[in-house]
């Protein structure tokens, strides 16, 4: 998770408050509609320059990765930007266009000014409004989810694609998307790519649930301080083998219609001696669209894997974590994104700055109404993970139970009962208000920000909090 705006902060999180022309449909509403629906209405524009009004915009983390796509879909509506702020920022204008000030510089806007915070993700828009309004001493400008903005804009430009029969490249695709992929675009897309390697039909019946990580490892070569999967804390070196992981998916699509997204995650899936057949085998399964594999890039892969890795429809996510790393896993990393693009593998690089710490199970002592919104918006359930033939709703919930920090409850286990009864019981898992482990998890109180792969020096394992 990345982020761009000013030095991290504990935040106080609370909903950004409407800033809309009565007159037009809110871009809450309109964002709402999208999520249920998967398509956004022909007059989305109309709605954000209402949203916007006539004031210059500005925008907040302006040289991070979620500004990239949001201005270019801000300029598709007509808007212009009159200038950024950024962590970065040092005045100068580069590929923007518009020049981008230091986060500080947030203090000459004016309460009428309009702000569009970048990030992808709900916490940390609220992350950054908590902050920009500190940094104004409570004055702050008129500030706009960017996110919600991205995800209605660029669904509108998918639209206009399709209609002649084209579609946004699955990298733009994966840049933005943090909640379980509802865009009918993105479904209808995958499935394509999907039948073309593997002859199937769709399937009409069976849960919903179109996302998920399998956590094929829980060993890897770092040792993150804040690692999302809590790596140093399990102390584990299972792999799990090709046979599991095919008996699994079998499993989990039979009970499905169709599974649009599949991340192979770990540890580090790079570190396993199978994942060469792991992918060969998960590429031949049917049910089953687009597949991410994740690598943090300082594990050379074989010839063979990345012979395996070319497909339309897998990306290799290399989690770029160069900064909190040595010059010898950098020129590592820098190595393995040389050599799969050089056998024509998709890869995408992401360079996490900021994270949020959630290696703790503390009870949050939030009240069920707090639970159920942050619950509704969290960027952790496109974090879903299967492992073993559990399917957990996000890392914070599989990581406690794994430590024995929570109790195992609001989990599906995939072979204990025939698809018909997994089907009900994964729409069950997707119609949750919330979990019990969000009792104990950091973000709805507001989690600390903190340096992303910050690495434990040998054998520095701190005590992880846990529950009453």
Same mark, same amino acid.
């Given at each position: 998770?990345?982020?761009?705006?000013?030095?991290?902060?504990?935040?106080?999180?609370?909903?950004?408050?409407p800033a809309h022309d009565a007159g037009h449909p809110t871009l809450d509403a309109a964002y709402q509609a999208l999520m249920e629906s998967g398509r956004t209405g022909a007059q989305i524009h109309d709605i954000v320059r209402a949203e916007i009004g006539?004031?210059?915009?500005?925008?907040?983390?302006?040289?991070?990765?979620?500004?990239?796509?949001?201005?270019?879909?801000?300029?598709?509506?007509? *808007?212009?930007?009159?200038?950024?702020?950024?962590?970065?920022?040092?005045?100068?204008?580069?590929?923007?266009?518009?020049?981008?000030?230091?986060?500080?510089?947030?203090?000459?806007?004016?309460?009428?000014?309009?702000?569009?915070?970048?990030?992808?993700?709900?916490? *940390?828009?609220?992350?950054?409004?908590? /902050?920009?309004?500190?940094?104004?001493?409570?004055?702050?400008?008129?500030?706009?989810?960017?996110?919600?903005?991205?995800?209605?804009?660029?669904?509108?430009?998918?639209?206009?694609?399709?209609?002649?029969?084209?579609?946004?490249?699955?990298?733009?695709?994966?840049?933005?998307?943090?909640?379980?992929?509802?865009?009918?675009?993105?479904?209808?897309?995958?499935?394509?790519?999907?039948?073309? /390697?593997?002859?199937?039909?769709?399937?009409?019946?069976?849960?919903?649930?179109?996302?998920?990580?399998?956590?094929?490892?829980?060993?890897?070569?770092? !040792?993150?301080?804040?690692?999302?999967?809590?790596?140093?804390?399990?102390?584990?070196?299972?792999?799990?083998?090709?046979?599991?992981?095919?008996?699994?998916?079998?499993?989990?699509?039979?009970?499905?219609?169709?599974?649009? !997204?599949?991340?192979?995650?770990?540890?580090?899936?790079?570190?396993?001696?199978?994942?060469?057949?792991?992918? !060969?085998?998960?590429?031949?399964?049917?049910?089953?669209?687009?597949? &991410?594999?994740?690598?943090?890039?300082?594990?050379?892969?074989?010839?063979?894997?990345?012979?395996?890795?070319?497909?339309e429809r897998i990306i290799v996510t290399n989690s770029d974590y160069s900064q909190s790393l040595d010059d010898n896993k950098r020129a590592k990393i820098v190595a393995t994104v040389a050599k799969l693009r050089r056998f024509g593998v998709k890869v995408?690089?992401?360079?996490?700055?900021?994270?949020?710490?959630?290696?703790?199970?503390?009870?949050?002592?939030?009240?069920?109404?707090?639970?159920?919104?942050?619950?509704?918006?969290?960027?952790?359930?496109?974090?879903?993970?299967?492992?073993?033939?559990?399917?957990?709703?996000?890392?914070?919930?599989?990581?406690?139970?794994?430590?024995?920090?929570?109790?195992?409850?609001?989990?599906?286990?995939?072979?204990?009962?025939?698809?018909?009864?997994?089907? /009900?019981?994964?729409?069950?898992?997707?119609?949750?208000?919330?979990?019990?482990?969000?009792?104990?998890?950091?973000?709805? &109180?507001?989690?600390? /920000?903190?340096?992303?792969?910050?690495?434990?020096?040998?054998?520095?394992?701190?005590?992880?909090?846990?529950?009453?």
């Amino acid at each position: 998770m990345s982020t761009a705006h000013a030095a991290p902060t504990p935040p106080t999180p609370r909903p950004l408050p409407p800033a809309h022309d009565a007159g037009h449909p809110t871009l809450d509403a309109a964002y709402q509609a999208l999520m249920e629906s998967g398509r956004t209405g022909a007059q989305i524009h109309d709605i954000v320059r209402a949203e916007i009004g006539e004031r210059p915009i500005h925008i907040y983390g302006a040289l991070g990765r979620a500004a990239s796509l949001l201005i270019q879909r801000l300029r598709d509506a007509g *808007l212009t930007i009159a200038s950024g702020y950024d962590r970065r920022g040092d005045g100068s204008v580069g590929g923007a266009g518009f020049p981008v000030e230091a986060s500080t510089g947030v203090t000459a806007l004016r309460p009428d000014d309009v702000l569009i915070l970048a990030a992808g993700s709900a916490q *940390l828009i609220e992350s950054m409004a908590a /902050e920009v309004t500190r940094l104004t001493q409570g004055r702050p400008p008129r500030m706009i989810d960017g996110r919600k903005l991205t995800y209605l804009t660029q669904n509108a430009h998918c639209a206009t694609l399709a209609e002649r029969g084209a579609h946004e490249d699955l990298l733009t695709c994966i840049s933005y998307h943090t909640k379980p992929f509802t865009c009918e675009h993105f479904k209808r897309a995958t499935e394509k790519l999907a039948m073309r /390697e593997v002859p199937q039909v769709i399937k009409s019946e069976g849960a919903a649930l179109n996302s998920v990580g399998y956590l094929v490892s829980e060993w890897c070569n770092l !040792r993150c301080a804040q690692c999302c999967e809590a790596v140093p804390y399990l102390d584990s070196k299972d792999r799990v083998t090709t046979a599991d992981v095919v008996a699994d998916l079998t499993r989990l699509t039979a009970s499905i219609k169709f599974l649009h !997204r599949l991340d192979l995650v770990g540890g580090e899936p790079f570190a396993h001696k199978e994942i060469t057949d792991i992918v !060969r085998a998960v590429r031949a399964l049917p049910g089953i669209g687009y597949i &991410a594999v994740f690598t943090n890039g300082t594990i050379m892969p074989s010839d063979e894997l990345c012979e395996a890795l070319v497909s339309e429809r897998i990306i290799v996510t290399n989690s770029d974590y160069s900064q909190s790393l040595d010059d010898n896993k950098r020129a590592k990393i820098v190595a393995t994104v040389a050599k799969l693009r050089r056998f024509g593998v998709k890869v995408v690089q992401i360079a996490d700055r900021y994270w949020f710490d959630l290696i703790n199970f503390t009870p949050n002592g939030v009240d069920e109404a707090r639970l159920a919104s942050v619950y509704s918006e969290c960027f952790l359930e496109c974090c879903r993970r299967l492992h073993r033939g559990t399917l957990y709703h996000c890392t914070v919930q599989a990581n406690g139970i794994k430590l024995g920090a929570l109790e195992k409850a609001n989990v599906v286990e995939i072979h204990d009962a025939d698809p018909a009864v997994i089907a /009900e019981q994964l729409s069950a898992f997707e119609n949750e208000r919330f979990i019990e482990a969000c009792r104990n998890c950091a973000l709805p &109180a507001g989690a600390r /920000e903190v340096v992303a792969a910050q690495q434990l020096k040998l054998g520095e394992i701190p005590v992880v909090a846990r529950r009453d």
